[in-house]
Nanobody, 126 residues
Framework: QVQLVESGGGLVQAGGSLSLSCAASGRTFSSYAMAWFRQNPGKDREFVAAILWSGGSTYYADSVKGRFTISRDSAKNTMYLQMNSLKPEDTAVYYC???????????????????WGQGTQVTVSS
């Protein structure tokens, strides 16, 4: 497992933008898959986006396609989520997650990921 630390959450008006970061502890991530999930109280954790560290293939939930962009900086061992055109329904705690030996057909599944950050709150006001 790796240690993951999210940052960048906050309060923004609908239509605005926020950028989240997930810093990973030092090791080689070339085989890793990393992802963003979100969760509201009383609800299941929801997949948002994922990326393969090697090659940079990306995966998105339909609800965020065209608005969110996932990326990574290998030199900084950091993953990002750029969120544009935010909506009130994007309000949630956002978590980053990682797995060293991902299965490609599980990229959107919570069960794939065995390392999780502590979460960062994103609130979008209407």
């Amino acid at each position: 497992q790796v240690q993951l630390v999210e940052s960048g959450g906050g309060l923004v008006q609908a239509g605005g933008s926020l950028s989240l970061s997930c810093a990973a502890s030092g090791r080689t991530f070339s085989s890793y898959a990393m992802a963003w999930f979100r969760q509201n109280p009383g609800k299941d954790r929801e997949f948002v986006a994922a990326i393969l560290w090697s090659g940079g293939s990306t995966y998105y939930a339909d609800s965020v396609k065209g608005r969110f962009t996932i990326s990574r900086d290998s030199a900084k061992n950091t993953m990002y989520l750029q969120m544009n055109s935010l909506k009130p329904e994007d309000t949630a705690v956002y978590y980053c997650a990682a797995n060293a030996r991902p299965r490609l057909n599980w990229m959107m599944r919570e069960q794939q990921y065995d390392s999780w950050g502590q979460g960062t709150q994103v609130t979008v006001s209407s």
